[in-house]
């Protein structure tokens, strides 16, 4: 087995719950308030800024350049396309794009943890929050591809950004970065990802837990 595969098995119970939401259900459906959004995109612009920093974290210690290419052009779609996609939609809900929102207690726990995996020095600690970001967002917005263009803009683009080819390729990329890192790891630094993994899967279902009602406003 991949072990990536076996990483994603010890959270079967939180990887079902995040990507079979009811948060991502409505979405899609194209159900979910305007107000509901709104507020789950401010609180994941939060997130972004430390995504932002994990992923040129990655970049920077990826063993060679080959390792680091696919990473570096991610990060330019992200701090592109995606940003401002971000920055549209916040406007077009009624939000003001130019003043962050103040951090709800989920959203301060990701920051933390991948502020620390950026500053562990661990290649295979910043893949583990990689990964489980990157992957749970395709397995969520995959089954609801065929729906992005019939949706409002703001659910619809949303769902693009995370299905189809090509983010198919970035999830099979940092996937296969952790199965190559994974060889060369003691049972330590196993469990160690182990941890973090299980970490990040839990705090994405509180995520969507969270946006569901509304991030606790009315
Ligand atoms: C909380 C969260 N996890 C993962 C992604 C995918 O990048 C995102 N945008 N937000």
């Given amino acids: 087995m991949r072990p990536t595969d076996h990483l994603k098995d010890l959270s079967a119970d939180d990887w079902i719950a995040v990507t079979r939401h009811p948060f991502t259900e409505a979405l899609a459906d194209g159900t979910l308030s305007e107000g509901a959004m709104l507020r789950y995109l401010e609180q994941d612009h939060l997130f972004l ?35 401002t996609y971000f920055l549209r939609a916040i406007a077009a809900l009624g939000g003001d794009p130019d003043t962050p929102a103040t951090p709800a207690p989920v959203t301060a726990e990701f920051q933390a943890l991948m502020a620390q995996a950026a500053e562990s020095k661990r290649y295979e600690q910043m893949l583990a929050v990689l990964v489980v970001a990157e992957w749970s967002y395709l397995d969520w917005a995959t089954p609801y591809a065929d729906r992005a263009d019939d949706l409002p803009f703001w659910f619809g683009e949303w769902i693009a950004l995370h299905s189809g080819g090509g983010f198919e390729g970035v999830v099979a990329y940092l996937r296969d970065q952790l199965d190559s890192v994974w060889h060369r790891l003691d049972e330590p630094e196993r469990r160690a990802v182990e941890a973090t993994l299980g970490l990040a899967v839990a705090l994405e279902r509180r995520f969507f837990d969270a946006a569901q009602d509304g991030f606790a406003q009315p």
């Fill in 49 to 83: 800024a430390g995504f932002v920093r994990l992923l040129a974290s990655a970049v920077a210690h990826a063993p060679s350049l080959p390792d680091a290419i696919p990473a570096a052009q991610f990060l330019g779609l992200i701090t592109g396309p995606e940003n």
